[in-house]
């Protein structure tokens, strides 16, 4: 069995297309399942309309409608797939589930529900009749190669679909989540060849695939002088999809019922306050009262909680999606002003401010990590990296705390220990010198002697965006464990 021919237009997804081929041409026998998730704009309709129309497949896209509408509607898809005179009636989801088995009689075929959390909202007891169709030793199932694929982008609903006691918990055997493109990808797809330029508009709309081609219309940046004219025209102009864009990823997601909360706890992350007691204050709530609305955000995708390196009780709340922070940050302050001014340019410049210190810096800290973690080169560190994050380490002689933006672990397959590889400070707008690395060499020295395995040996990373001191540059050429890293190393394994 060899892989699908993919698209020519499909960008990049090659462990996905992958994936979805062996699910789709699996000639086992019996019926299967596999789920599909992802944040919406990522691909996953394109990925899954490709799929069926290069093996045959049978594709359904859910409407927000009733549940007797529903059926109708799969009825008539039904019966022009099969070349019906008409369209298929049918009077509950098991009929249409065993004809669906039926489709997979012949050989394998992949059978597409897109948007499945339509069709539960309109009737939740749909998991279940797909369970009791799947179930073993029944008929319908064992003579059928149907591939059933369920799709949604409410990530709150997909990932309780196989958790805990959920009905079709252990039945799907694919679960692919359709993940944004990282930071050099987004620089490829964008087609932006200047390293700062492509983190800056990394930094706004992320690796969103749809934001280029549906909402930007391949309205790129031409160049860094073209970058600021670019937000204007393309995010800030109430006339572009994006400016709307993050007010309406909070309504796609149905757990989300009280958006002004939800709302202004994302206002908070994107002000800085990450941690729980900082947000709650933001807010003015008490801290338990968060507890809440913070697990739905985690669950729908919208924040992740990242645990500090060094003190293990304490947690940071970053929001996942760039345009949100970036919504948060800079637009919804001037929000007013920017659905009647002529020319936003005016307002964009005055938020550069809120721009650099709330999204670029936090994003590009972000993106370093990450680097560090899965794309940079094998000898950057002494080992591979198991754990990467950001922390605090406390200084109780000077009773003061330094805050350390990057922490690299590895893994010690002896005893389980965590090595500590590197600390790190990242700069987005300065140059860095022989201050900074004078900083991380005393923090390396506080974590030796608080007894931090690896601490007396661990690199010291400096990375900065606007370069270094040519002193910093020549004491780097004769320390090994002083790494450099600019703005171009982080695009450096892929061509812009």
């Known amino acids: 069995m060899s892989n699908l021919r993919r698209p020519a237009e499909m960008f990049d997804r090659d462990r996905e297309w992958a994936a979805l081929s062996a699910f789709a041409q699996d000639s086992t026998r019996g019926a299967s399942l596999g789920i599909v998730s992802g944040r919406r704009r990522q691909g996953k309709t394109f990925l899954l309309r490709a799929l069926c129309q290069a093996t045959g497949g049978f594709y359904f896209a859910a409407e927000e409608a009733t549940d007797a509408e529903s059926l109708q509607l799969i009825g008539a898809a039904l019966a022009d797939h099969l070349g019906a005179p008409a369209p298929l009636t049918f009077h509950d989801w098991s009929e249409v589930v065993d004809v669906l088995l039926t489709l997979g009689r012949d050989g394998a075929t992949p059978v597409v529900i897109d948007e499945f959390p339509y069709l539960v909202r309109a009737n939740p007891r749909l998991p279940s009749i797909i369970q009791?169709?799947?179930?073993?030793?029944?008929?319908?199932?064992?003579?059928s190669r149907t591939r059933l694929l369920l799709c949604g982008s409410a990530m709150s609903f997909m990932g309780k679909l196989l958790s805990g006691g959920a009905p079709l918990r252990g039945r799907a055997a694919l679960e692919l989540v359709v993940p944004t493109l990282d930071h050099q990808l987004a620089a490829q797809f964008w087609d932006v060849e200047d390293p700062v330029t492509a983190m800056k508009v990394n930094a706004i709309v992320g690796g969103t695939p749809a934001y280029r081609r549906e909402f930007a219309r391949d309205d790129t940046p031409q160049g860094p002088d073209d970058f600021d004219a670019w937000v204007v025209r393309t995010v800030l102009s109430p006339t572009s999809p994006l400016f709307r864009e993050a007010r309406y990823l909070l309504a796609d997601e149905p757990d989300l019922r009280d958006t002004a909360l939800y709302h202004s706890v994302l206002a908070a992350i994107a002000s800085g306050n990450t941690t729980r007691g900082h947000i709650a204050s933001y807010l003015g709530r008490k801290s338990g009262d968060l507890a809440h609305p913070l697990t739905i955000l985690e669950d729908c995708g919208l924040i992740v909680h990242e645990p500090d390196a060094f003190r293990g009780n304490r947690t940071n709340f970053r929001i996942a999606e760039p345009l949100i922070t970036f919504h948060h940050a800079v637009m919804r302050p001037i929000w007013s002003d920017l659905e009647h001014t002529r020319d936003a340019s005016r307002l964009w410049r005055a938020a550069q401010r809120r721009f650099t210190g709330n999204v670029l810096g936090p994003h590009f800290e972000h993106v370093v990590r990450h680097w560090v973690r899965h794309l940079a080169p094998e000898d950057l560190l002494s080992d591979l990296p198991n754990l990467v994050g950001a922390g605090v380490v406390n200084d109780p002689a000077a009773r003061t705390s330094h805050e350390i933006d990057v922490a690299a672990f590895g893994h010690n397959d002896r005893d389980g220990s965590r090595p500590l590889l590197a600390i790190g400070e990242v700069k987005w707008g300065d140059v860095m010198g022989r201050g900074h690395v004078?900083?991380?060499?005393?923090?390396?020295?506080?974590?030796?002697?608080?007894?931090?395995?690896?601490?007396?040996?661990?690199?010291?990373l400096c990375v900065s965006a606007a370069g270094f001191t040519p002193e910093l540059r020549e004491r780097a050429e004769n320390d090994e464990g002083l790494v450099l890293v600019d703005a171009a190393d982080l695009y450096a394994s892929v061509e812009l």
């Open 132 to 143: 009791n169709a799947l179930a073993p030793l029944r008929q319908e199932r064992d003579e």
């Open 438 to 460: 004078d900083r991380l060499a005393h923090v390396r020295s506080l974590l030796s002697a608080q007894g931090k395995p690896g601490a007396e040996t661990t690199r010291l």
